[in-house]
Structure formats: C-alpha cells, structure tokens
C-alpha cells in the first residue's frame, strides 16, 4: 500500500504523468464506447437470432397469410415457410452465379418461376448446383417437376441488383426478382421469394436444397461478446501501463520505498523459483 501511495503521489505532483493520465483516461473512454457498441450488437444479434429461430420452427401458411400483396416483406419474415401451389414454368429458369455451397464450393442458385392458381408468379430458389467441368456453367440441372405441384419454401428477401454486374443469357448476378419479372412478363412477387424446402410431387431428381446454415438459425452469436470484453481488458491495460511507467520510474530515481517493495518481490520470486542444486539433481535423475 505504501508503494501504491508513493505512485499516486507522483502521478498528482509530476504534470508528465498527469498529462499521461488524461491520454489513459481518453483511451479508457475510447475502448469503453467501443465495448458497449460490441455488446448492443450481441443483443441486436441475439434479438434476431430468437425470431429467425421462431421462425424456422413455425409451421407452413398459405403465402397469401403473410404477403398480402406482391410487393409486401418485412425482415421479421425471414426463414417463414409459406405454401404455394401452382406449375414451373422451366422456359424463364435463371442461374445466380457466384453461390457457394456450406463448404464454400463455387456454383449457381437455380430460379425457376412457380405460376400460381390465380395467374400471378412466386419465384422459387430450388437450390444450390456446382459450376461443372467448364466453370462458367452447371454440367446439368435438374429438372423442375412438371404438372400441378405442391411447395413448402421458405421466404427471402429480394436481393436487388448488384451495381456494375451483368450475366450471360440465362444467368443473373443476385436475385433480382424484378429483373426476373421483366423476364416473366407476368405479375410477379417482388418482395420476397423462398427457397424450396420440399415439393408434392417430388422429382426425381433436385438441386442441393439451401438449408439455414448456424448463423441463420440462432445458434451463432458471433464474437460481439469476446470482442466487448477485449475492449474492457485494453482500458484496464492503459492504466495498468500508466502505473507500472511511474513505478519504473521511481525505481530509477531510487526512491526507498520502490527499491525495498522491489527487493521484496525478488526474493518472493527466488523462493519459488528452484535452486541450482535442484535443478541440478533433477538433471542428474533424468
């Protein structure tokens, strides 16, 4: 206690180390505004995990119970599944490119309008193809099924178009669902389009179904909270820093009461430390 006096009294009566403890005090605010940022995105991520949660656990509506025009969506929507019936229409299929599996592989996202009972299109993302031998595009597609069917999918966003990207025939940089209703020519929705979760009747065969990955569904919080605590640890290490300057430096000026803490805290290290002939015997028994 008196060593920690002897450095309070030349933090107060030095103006260096009162200048040094304005800049401590600076950075501590610093890496506390920082830290709280960290921990209000912890919350607004945990916020959002719990209704995606909610949300993909909830049980198939008809899409007319959520989006009651074609241009409705809210983010609170997201991961819901909706239920629509009606007939692909194969002819306005379009391929996302730039879209990678769970393991990170390069491929497409295979669009295909779905023609609804009453005339309008729902756009139905039926999952995920690789980029094949060529790499500009799939070996193959599987093919939507035909006739009346029957989709459970799960609502999505519209994307928007990517500035300064443009695509082969056939292709399309985002999910751009207005793009893909001037390629319809039909009323199209365009707030939102889902991604297939099962059809009635099943193909035969199907595109890799995109499944909510952790991060969509909850389970992942991301770093906000390790990231907030840091920032703590680094103000608390400012005046850490700060204290042990001054002590430095009383300890070079041979104050008394530094030098007889500092003897002090050599001879507590020597004691645990092992002695020579220890060590040596240790060697020895080796």
């Known amino acids: 206690m008196e060593q920690f006096g002897r450095i309070l009294r030349a933090l107060v009566s030095d103006g260096r180390w009162r200048r040094s403890l304005a800049l401590a005090v600076a950075f501590a605010i610093g890496c506390g505004l920082l830290s709280w940022w960290q921990f209000s995105r912890r919350a ?12 993909a656990a909830a049980a198939p509506v ?11 969506y809210r983010p609170g929507l997201q991961w819901r599944t ?26 497409f996202e295979v669009l295909t309008p779905l023609r609804l009972v009453d005339g309008s299109v729902f756009v139905l993302d039926r999952g995920w193809v690789s980029i094949g031998d060529q790499h500009d595009r799939p070996n193959s597609v599987p093919a939507a099924p035909s006739g009346t069917v029957t989709v459970e999918a799960r609502l999505q ?20 669902l207005h793009e893909v209703a001037q390629q319809v020519g039909l009323p199209t929705y365009t707030g939102a389009y889902g991604q297939v979760a099962s059809e009635s009747p099943a193909a035969a ?3 890799q179904r995109l499944q909510p990955q952790p991060a969509d569904i909850g389970t992942d919080e991301g770093t906000h909270l390790s990231y907030g605590i840091q920032w703590i640890l680094f103000a608390l290490l400012g005046f850490g820093a700060l ?4 002590r430095r430096d009383l300890l070079d000026k041979g104050d008394e ?25 240790e060697l020895v028994d080796r």
């Open 44 to 55: 607004e991520t945990a916020a959002a995990n719990a209704l995606i949660t909610s949300n």
């Open 62 to 72: 008809p899409l007319d119970d959520l989006l009651r025009s074609r241009t409705a």
């Open 82 to 107: 909706v239920e629509v019936r009606g007939t692909y229409l194969p002819q306005h299929e379009l391929l996302v490119r730039n879209r990678v599996d769970p393991d990170g592989d390069p491929g």
């Open 157 to 176: 966003k519209d994307e928007g178009p990517l500035a300064g990207r443009s695509a082969p025939t056939g292709e399309i940089p985002s999910v751009d």
């Open 205 to 207: 065969a199907t595109p």
């Open 243 to 246: 204290g042990w300057s001054i």
């Open 257 to 281: 009461v530094v030098a007889a803490a500092e003897e002090r805290a050599q001879v507590r290290r020597a004691r645990r430390a092992p002695s020579d002939e220890a060590v040596e015997d």
